[in-house]
């Protein structure tokens, strides 16, 4: 007997190649009905036996498209329809959008396979996407995902594109991304005073490679944003890259030809390989050791032994590597600390000064993204995330949340991001970059317009950083005051925890939180950063933390080490100031150390410090390069041989204990190497010891310092089989899953 059934399924299913695959599948187990997209995800009307509808139904949930998520599906008998086929419909909207958007996808191999292949029509067409591929958010201005919701909608399909979006035995079968050479995108090569080189579209990537291989800067829009590229073999161009994107030492990412390529330079791990080639293909840090090829290290990646690399994720990269023969740095097309361009226009006005010529196109960006950035641990492969950006925003899963109170938090301002709340999701940003900026705190601005377009609703509550001169607090009261919303201010590092507690839902457990960072106003009006929490039944008390030391100087104390040493330092070790300071500043920062009031326990800075003391670095270039540095010089290490540099502690954790014994070791003339090991390995032993102390079965942290993979391993390797730890993996530790993390506060935490 013939039934109707109405399924409805919601998650990341839009965009993805869901109702193509939903009609092969009726058309497979002879089902009559509809397919189509709605505000909540994607409905169903099916119409034939309860026995052919269940296997129609179960195979739909076990076998669903590739870069697909099903995060929930329900069916239901209805009174019965007669259909006379199976169809996709148009989509409705009746409601306010509640299902997760989607993120850009890397090119996949058969669109690959397209673009290289000679008798295809796409052939070296740049813009080759399918149901399995291509922009998503990118391109994103409203939602349900159709053509018309996008940026690609000024293009329209030719008969010979409609032909395949309505072939529904064809891969491009309503993929809302389609175009070709004929109907499609403009790509075109300009020189930096905008002459536009004639060219025929085959010949435009084999001139990009020549200039690359020429020593030339080339700005090329990508499909997310503009990248600059240069030959990274090539010491000459990366220094003159380096000096006119004003970025001296900080490291550049590498873009490879090819997996092969790569592997015969590098050695990676399974793990590595995977992420590599993944829909997100984010830049994923390798190590050095054993490295082959001729890339210029010194001027890449100065005083590392890892590089960023990654490999084509698009049909513009792909073409321009099938040209290459050597890898080529791909660095954000910005000038150092704004943030990546998308427009022509801006392109033209900022990366005029930098780029030799400009690769162009003109289709619109609405949603600019920097390439995410992710490393693993060394012994126990433990991925850390450094940039949540493109390939995995804007969605958040696994956030188990139930509340009717919409709400959005707008983080902090260094590696700012935004979190909103307006349904049964949660959705952050991509990341932003540092609001100190003007252009970034602009796009901060856009990225709050455009989650309120999106979703056509303003949040009810509006979520901030307790510190005062934050630019996103000083945003949001300007917000809630205009828009008449409830405002509530989230003290820094306990939204850190809250982010680690929300990643891994454990606010039913008992948990010591560890919070180490560089800077976080404290509630006490100290600067916060070496925190241990316990949070227990909805509250987080803070436990434990290292002890107060002088904050000096403002801003200048994080761009010099030598400053964190100063502050930190006894009279034990001024003969090693006498070498960092003249006489003049030495007696004018030591009066300001006398009178200074202002204190902090950030164990960032204890880690400034230990690079200085040690002659690493006495000057910060970019953020964290101390600790990088100091990090860099660990090649392996045996927990047999550490000693901690921390005898005796109770309630606080002498960070000048540290530093004394550490100088004491540099007397005894032991090397820099295992003075560094013992120092990680004095942070990992006190966690595990306050945590066995204390009697804590559940460890979870957060904050920028945990992207240290060596702490990382030794804690895993430290702790006993009783003690669960928990580190984000969907999340950055850093200063982006504070949006996060005050949204989790404020759903969670009793205030």
Same mark, same amino acid.
């Given at each position: 007997?013939?039934? #109707?059934?109405?399924?409805?399924?919601?998650?990341?299913?839009?965009?993805?190649?869901?109702?193509?695959?939903?009609?092969?599948?009726?058309?497979?187990?002879?089902?009559?009905?509809?397919?189509?997209?709605?505000? $909540?995800?994607?409905?169903?009307?099916?119409?034939? #036996?309860?026995?052919?509808?269940?296997?129609?139904?179960?195979?739909?949930?076990?076998?669903?498209?590739?870069?697909?998520?099903?995060?929930?599906?329900?069916?239901?008998?209805?009174?019965?329809?007669?259909?006379?086929?199976?169809?996709?419909?148009?989509?409705?909207?009746?409601?306010?959008?509640?299902?997760?958007?989607?993120?850009?996808?890397?090119?996949?191999?058969?669109?690959?396979?397209?673009?290289?292949?000679?008798?295809?029509?796409?052939?070296?067409?740049?813009?080759?996407?399918?149901?399995?591929?291509?922009?998503?958010?990118?391109?994103?201005?409203?939602?349900?995902?159709?053509? $018309?919701?996008?940026?690609?909608?000024?293009?329209?399909?030719?008969?010979?594109?409609?032909?395949?979006?309505?072939?529904?035995?064809?891969?491009?079968?309503?993929?809302?991304?389609?175009?070709?050479?004929?109907?499609?995108?403009?790509?075109?090569?300009?020189?930096?005073?905008?002459?536009?080189?004639?060219?025929?579209?085959?010949?435009?990537?084999?001139?990009?490679?020549?200039?690359?291989?020429?020593?030339?800067?080339?700005?090329?829009?990508?499909?997310?944003?503009?990248?600059?590229?240069?030959?990274?073999?090539?010491?000459?161009?990366?220094?003159?890259?380096?000096?006119?994107?004003?970025?001296?030492?900080?490291?550049?990412?590498?873009?490879?030809?090819?997996?092969?390529?790569?592997?015969?330079?590098?050695?990676?791990?399974?793990?590595?390989?995977?992420?590599?080639?993944?829909?997100?293909?984010?830049?994923?840090?390798?190590?050095?050791?054993?490295?082959?090829?001729?890339?210029?290290?010194?001027?890449?990646?100065?005083?590392?032994?890892?590089?960023?690399?990654?490999?084509?994720?698009?049909?513009?990269?792909?073409?321009?590597?099938?040209?290459?023969?050597?890898?080529?740095?791909?660095?954000?097309?910005?000038?150092?600390?704004?943030?990546?361009?998308?427009?022509?226009?801006?392109?033209?006005?900022?990366?005029?000064?930098?780029?030799?010529?400009?690769?162009?196109?003109?289709?619109?960006? #609405?949603?600019?993204?920097?390439?995410?950035?992710?490393?693993?641990?060394?012994?126990?492969?433990?991925?850390?995330?450094?940039?949540?950006?493109?390939?995995?925003?804007?969605?958040?899963?696994?956030?188990?949340?139930?509340?009717?109170?919409?709400?959005?938090?707008?983080?902090?301002?260094?590696?700012?991001?935004?979190?909103?709340?307006?349904?049964?999701?949660?959705?952050?940003?991509?990341?932003?970059?540092?609001?100190?900026?003007?252009?970034?705190?602009?796009?901060?601005?856009?990225?709050?317009?455009?989650?309120?377009?999106?979703?056509?609703?303003?949040?009810?509550?509006?979520?901030?950083?307790?510190?005062?001169?934050?630019?996103?607090?000083?945003?949001?009261?300007?917000?809630?005051?205009?828009?008449?919303?409830?405002?509530?201010?989230?003290?820094?590092?306990?939204?850190?925890?809250?982010?680690?507690?929300?990643?891994?839902?454990?606010?039913?457990?008992?948990?010591?939180?560890?919070?180490?960072?560089?800077?976080?106003?404290?509630?006490?009006?100290?600067?916060?950063?070496?925190?241990?929490?316990?949070?227990?039944?909805?509250?987080?008390?803070?436990?434990?933390?290292?002890?107060?030391?002088?904050?000096?100087?403002?801003?200048?104390?994080?761009?010099?080490?030598?400053?964190?040493?100063?502050?930190?330092?006894?009279?034990?070790?001024?003969?090693?100031?006498?070498?960092?300071?003249?006489?003049?500043?030495?007696? #004018?920062?030591?009066?300001?150390?006398?009178?200074?009031?202002?204190?902090?326990?950030?164990?960032?800075?204890?880690?400034?410090?230990?690079?200085?003391?040690?002659?690493?670095?006495?000057?910060?270039?970019?953020?964290?390069?101390?600790?990088?540095?100091?990090?860099?010089?660990?090649?392996?290490?045996?927990?047999?041989?550490?000693?901690?540099?921390?005898?005796?502690?109770?309630?606080?954790?002498?960070?000048?204990?540290?530093?004394?014994?550490?100088?004491?070791?540099?007397?005894?003339?032991?090397?820099?190497?295992?003075?560094?090991?013992?120092?990680?390995?004095?942070?990992?032993?006190?966690?595990?010891?306050?945590?066995?102390?204390?009697?804590?079965?559940?460890?979870?942290?957060?904050?920028?310092?945990?992207?240290?993979?060596?702490?990382?391993?030794?804690?895993?390797?430290?702790?006993?089989?009783?003690?669960?730890?928990?580190?984000?993996?969907?999340?950055?530790?850093?200063?982006?899953?504070?949006?996060?993390?005050?949204?989790?506060?404020?759903?969670?935490?009793?205030?």
């Amino acid at each position: 007997m013939l039934k #109707t059934y109405k399924i409805l399924l919601s998650g990341q299913v839009q965009g993805v190649g869901f109702r193509p695959f939903v009609f092969k599948l009726a058309k497979k187990h002879t089902i009559k009905g509809t397919v189509s997209n709605d505000e $909540n995800g994607v409905i169903i009307f099916a119409s034939q #036996t309860k026995e052919l509808v269940d296997l129609f139904y179960k195979e739909l949930l076990k076998t669903p498209p590739p870069v697909s998520n099903i995060i929930s599906s329900k069916i239901i008998e209805i009174e019965p329809i007669n259909f006379e086929v199976f169809k996709i419909i148009p989509s409705t909207k009746k409601g306010q959008v509640n299902l997760p958007l989607t993120p850009d996808f890397a090119i996949c191999d058969d669109c690959k396979n397209d673009i290289q292949d000679s008798k295809n029509r796409r052939f070296n067409y740049p813009f080759t996407t399918c149901v399995n591929c291509g922009p998503r958010w990118a391109i994103t201005q409203s939602f349900p995902f159709e053509r $018309n919701h996008t940026s690609i909608n000024e293009y329209k399909m030719c008969s010979d594109c409609e032909d395949e979006y309505k072939n529904s035995s064809n891969r491009r079968f309503h993929s809302q991304t389609n175009t070709c050479n004929f109907c499609g995108i403009e790509l075109y090569l300009e020189t930096s005073n905008s002459q536009k080189i004639p060219l025929k579209p085959e010949e435009i990537f084999k001139k990009v490679a020549l200039f690359l291989k020429q020593g030339k800067i080339i700005a090329i829009k990508n499909t997310s944003g503009y990248l600059l590229c240069c030959n990274a073999e090539d010491d000459e161009v990366i220094k003159k890259l380096r000096k006119l994107k004003n970025r001296p030492k900080k490291p550049f990412a590498i873009l490879y030809p090819s997996l092969e390529k790569l592997q015969n330079e590098l050695e990676i791990n399974k793990e590595q390989r995977n992420s590599l080639t993944s829909t997100q293909r984010p830049i994923t840090i390798i190590s050095l050791q054993n490295c082959k090829g001729n890339i210029a290290l010194k001027e890449v990646a100065p005083d590392l032994n890892q590089l960023g690399v990654m490999l084509p994720y698009t049909g513009i990269l792909q073409l321009l590597a099938n040209e290459l023969s050597f890898p080529i740095v791909a660095t954000s097309g910005n000038i150092h600390g704004s943030p990546i361009l998308s427009s022509r226009k801006k392109a033209k006005e900022e990366l005029s000064q930098i780029a030799d010529y400009f690769l162009h196109h003109n289709l619109k960006i #609405t949603q600019p993204q920097d390439d995410s950035v992710l490393k693993f641990s060394f012994k126990f492969q433990k991925p850390i995330l450094f940039r949540r950006s493109r390939g995995y925003a804007p969605n958040y899963f696994n956030a188990a949340i139930k509340s009717s109170k919409k709400a959005m938090a707008f983080g902090a301002d260094l590696k700012s991001s935004i979190t909103f709340y307006p349904n049964q999701y949660v959705y952050i940003s991509q990341y932003l970059g540092n609001l100190e900026n003007f252009d970034v705190y602009n796009r901060f601005s856009e990225m709050v317009n455009s989650f309120i377009k999106i979703f056509e609703q303003n949040p009810q509550v509006v979520l901030v950083d307790k510190h005062p001169l934050y630019h996103s607090t000083t945003f949001g009261k300007e917000f809630s005051k205009k828009n008449n919303v409830r405002l509530v201010e989230i003290q820094h590092h306990k939204a850190h925890f809250a982010a680690v507690l929300g990643e891994h839902n454990l606010f039913d457990k008992k948990v010591l939180g560890v919070v180490f960072d560089g800077t976080g106003y404290g509630d006490d009006n100290a600067i916060w950063g070496g925190e241990f929490f316990n949070y227990e039944a909805n509250e987080i008390n803070r436990i434990s933390h290292f002890e107060y030391f002088n904050w000096l100087l403002g801003d200048k104390m994080s761009k010099e080490p030598r400053i964190s040493l100063l502050s930190l330092a006894t009279s034990d070790i001024d003969e090693i100031l006498a070498s960092k300071f003249t006489l003049k500043e030495l007696k #004018t920062y030591k009066t300001l150390k006398q009178l200074n009031n202002l204190k902090t326990s950030s164990v960032g800075r204890l880690f400034d410090a230990v690079a200085s003391i040690l002659n690493i670095t006495d000057y910060n270039s970019y953020e964290g390069e101390a600790a990088i540095l100091l990090e860099n010089l660990v090649a392996d290490y045996n927990l047999k041989y550490c000693k901690s540099y921390i005898h005796n502690f109770e309630r606080e954790i002498s960070s000048k204990e540290i530093i004394n014994n550490i100088a004491i070791d540099i007397e005894k003339g032991i090397n820099k190497q295992k003075i560094i090991v013992n120092f990680i390995f004095t942070l990992a032993d006190l966690i595990i010891k306050i945590a066995k102390t204390n009697n804590y079965k559940h460890v979870a942290f957060s904050g920028g310092v945990f992207q240290n993979s060596t702490l990382v391993d030794m804690i895993l390797e430290l702790a006993s089989e009783e003690i669960k730890l928990y580190f984000h993996t969907n999340l950055a530790p850093n200063d982006e899953n504070i949006s996060f993390g005050q949204l989790m506060y404020y759903l969670h935490i009793k205030n």
